[in-house]
């Protein structure tokens, strides 16, 4: 059912690439008339699927206050993909830009046709399966390659953007970059929850505009200058988006003065890339998170951080390791999981898969996954991810794949760094035996 009456107007200002900003009156103008269109819909469910963009970040805050249920799908997503999320979350209508991917449904031109977007008509019949209470759908990748639908309510979202404010100290003068598509539940927690929360301004170029290539690549030097240009002061990055973002900053010579935090997560993230960062003026802090708890868990700080951690537990989760040394939450979890035969909702808690450990100061380790634990003919047990981070430590060492299940000792296949031969990938992995 929609939800009554106006929520408190904030500060919260939306910038599009050229730099035009709307906030305010406005603002809630624009978010009344495209409630009234998503209510018109009759539809419970609604799937989106469209790049960045101020009239998107629009789309979410509509859908909210109407208290619909949103799945919003990446721009990456093909044909199949979108058809087996929509089929999945049994939704009544796909909204997707001009041109878009879609899957066979009578597409109608209103109410959207204003800004872009066309209504595609579902054939999939409605699930009164789904809870009421869920308000958004994100797809992340299950470990056997399917993606599976994570339900989440409303409140999972307000507590998660509520916690990373706090840990970042988010204030009204804050200046968020939306770079990840607004479909990836941590950038969409950041820009458009975190940041109305606190009245910030959340700047919403295309994702071209920040320097996404057709073929899923970065262009370092477009990400450089569209930070030179709209002067954010939070970013959220992939590892791999932060080290594209050092090497160019390097090779260019250049400062990017207006970042005061940029969270880090999605993967690993070697401390090597995090010093150099930090050389560079980039202040770069690495983060844990899972879509089962509306994205973040822990995080490092300016003011509590330790390289080589993911960071200390935020204040809406509890974090304890089970005794065979798997990181288990609770507190901010999700509602359950919808597949293909219907919705199964969540216990208590959540058993992340992930092995880690917290020192006496708070920091959490995660030092690799459960399920791929190599057993040594020694009877050891290894999580190649602990061991593939400590060589990816050592500067030489670009990447490393560990492997040696009932063997007597591990094997790596190693990608050296640019500009080190055989013997400094010699004394680095010396270096990181004696760490092990």
Request: charged letters at 20%; one cysteine or more.
């Amino acid at each position: 059912m929609p939800h009554s009456g106006r929520p408190a107007p904030t500060s919260w200002s939306l910038e599009s690439s050229d730099g035009r900003s709307i906030c305010g009156a406005a603002l809630d103008q624009k978010i009344d008339l495209c409630r009234a269109r998503l209510e018109s819909l009759g539809a419970r469910r609604i799937a989106f699927l469209t790049d960045n963009r101020v009239d998107a970040a629009i789309l979410f805050e509509s859908a909210r206050q109407s208290g619909l249920c949103l799945v919003p799908l990446p721009p990456y997503f093909t044909e199949d993909q979108v058809r087996h999320a929509t089929h999945t979350t049994r939704c009544e209508v796909l909204i997707t830009e001009w041109g878009g991917t879609s899957p066979r449904g009578n597409a109608l031109d209103q109410p959207f046709k204003d800004v872009g977007y066309t209504v595609h008509r579902l054939p999939g019949p409605d699930c009164d399966a789904i809870p009421r209470d869920v308000t958004r759908i994100t797809f992340t990748s299950g470990s056997t390659g399917t993606p599976k639908g994570i339900a989440l309510r409303e409140e999972n979202l307000a507590r998660a953007a509520a916690g990373l404010a706090e840990a970042v100290d988010a204030r009204p003068e804050d200046r968020h970059l939306a770079v990840l598509p607004l479909a990836l539940l941590l950038e969409e927690v950041v820009a458009l929850h975190a940041a109305r929360q606190v009245g910030a301004t959340v700047i919403i170029p295309s994702l071209r505009e920040v320097g996404f290539t057709a073929s899923g690549g970065i262009d370092g030097g477009v990400l450089v200058r569209a930070i030179q240009l709209h002067c954010p002061t939070i970013l959220v990055l992939t590892p791999a988006l932060l080290a594209e973002l050092v090497a160019t900053t390097w090779d260019l010579r250049t400062d990017l003065p207006s970042l005061r935090f940029v969270a880090v997560g999605g993967a690993p993230v070697p401390v090597p890339l995090l010093d150099e960062a930090h050389r560079l003026g980039i202040p770069a802090y690495e983060g844990y998170g899972l879509s089962e708890a509306a994205s973040c868990i822990t995080l490092n700080t300016p003011r509590q951080n330790r390289p080589g951690t993911v960071g200390r537990v935020m204040s809406q989760v509890t974090v304890q390791i089970a005794p065979d040394g798997e990181i288990c939450v609770e507190g901010n979890i999700l509602a359950g999981i919808v597949d293909e035969k219907g919705f199964h909702r969540a216990s208590l808690g959540i058993a992340t898969g992930d092995l880690g450990t917290i020192d006496a100061d708070g920091f959490v380790s995660v030092i690799g996954r459960k399920k791929n634990l190599i057993i040594t003919s020694h009877g050891r047990n290894v999580s190649p991810e602990w061991v593939e981070r400590s060589l990816e430590n050592e500067p030489a060492i670009e990447r490393a794949f560990v492997f040696g299940d009932n063997d007597a000792s591990l094997t790596a296949v190693i990608e050296p760094a640019p500009g080190h031969d055989a013997s400094s990938i010699s004394a680095a992995l010396e270096a990181a035996g004696k760490a092990l």
